[in-house]
């Protein structure tokens, strides 16, 4: 049986283990398959933050060996995090991400505080909650354009600080068109859209992305899944993927994609 993660940090950027660290507990925690997926640097909206071009190096290097130490033991995967506004990094498979949104020149992070996004949304976007998801999911749906990514990280990242729709309805068509228009374009690309469990290890959110709702509608769409963590701790890798697994069967989805030692993706019954 296979058990895999495929979205993990370490403190190459903003993780708390090393990835001797992240790598040993996946193996303690009996993984088949382990990826680490770094962020790619992310000086265009927060300097300091994700890999610079020598930190990325050493990254691979440093993980290059832990493969060939768990050789026969456990498939070590090298991967990287990208933005779609952020730049292109190599690694052996990437995450297409959406962390930010660009208006009237300025990035906005929809992940850093509630505050920050509050005070972003009301002053770009005239408190228009609806306004804001429609320029997130334009800029969503360009991912892979922009990375040529292997997977999509996190669809709906906007809702972090939604819970409880506290500042928008995300069962209403206004959310929901500029979303199924891009999840419709990434899933023409045939790219699988990952479960990603990091705002319950982190106590954002009672729910995984992207919400049941836009999981139903990617089955709908003959789509495909992955389930990772988003891990920032060698604590949470494998976090809730039972519930995760639970969710993906009630939307209709019979197999998880899993990346392949070779490159590209297995498909296994979930
Ligand atoms: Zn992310
Ligand atoms: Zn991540």
């Given at each position: 049986m296979i058990r895999a993660d495929f979205h993990t940090h370490t403190t190459?950027?903003?993780?708390?283990?090393t990835p001797r660290e992240m790598v040993e507990a996946a193996y303690q925690m009996g993984y088949t398959d382990f990826g680490v997926s770094g962020h790619a640097d992310f000086s265009f909206c927060d300097p300091g933050f994700g890999m610079s071009d020598e930190k990325l190096a050493a990254y691979k290097r440093e993980l290059e060996e832990l493969r060939e130490e768990f050789r026969g033991r456990m498939n070590i995967y090298i991967g990287i995090e990208l933005d779609g506004l952020g730049p292109v990094q190599k690694a052996e498979y990437a995450i297409g991400s959406t962390h930010c949104v660009e208006k009237d020149g300025e990035i906005v992070c929809v992940d850093d505080t509630e505050e920050k996004l509050e005070d972003a949304v009301l002053r770009?976007?005239?408190?228009?909650w609806y306004a804001f998801a429609a320029d997130y999911f334009k800029t969503e749906a360009k991912v892979y354009e922009r990375t040529g990514c292997d997977f999509v990280g996190h669809f709906d990242l906007l809702t972090k600080f939604n819970e409880g729709f506290c500042h928008f309805d995300e069962t209403k068509d206004a959310y929901l068109e500029p979303a199924l228009a891009a999840m419709k374009r990434l899933n023409d690309r045939g790219l699988p859209f990952e479960i990603n469990t990091g705002a319950l290890s982190r106590g954002y959110r009672t729910q995984p992305y992207p919400s049941r709702i836009l999981l139903k509608e990617l089955c709908a769409m003959g789509g495909r899944i992955m389930i990772n963590s988003d891990s920032h701790s060698p604590k949470t890798i494998g976090f809730q993927f039972d519930s995760a697994r639970k969710l993906a069967l009630e939307c209709g989805f019979k197999r998880v994609c899993v990346l392949a030692p070779g490159g590209g993706f297995r498909e296994v019954p979930l």
């Open positions: 190459y950027c903003d993780g708390a283990g770009l976007w005239k408190g228009d």
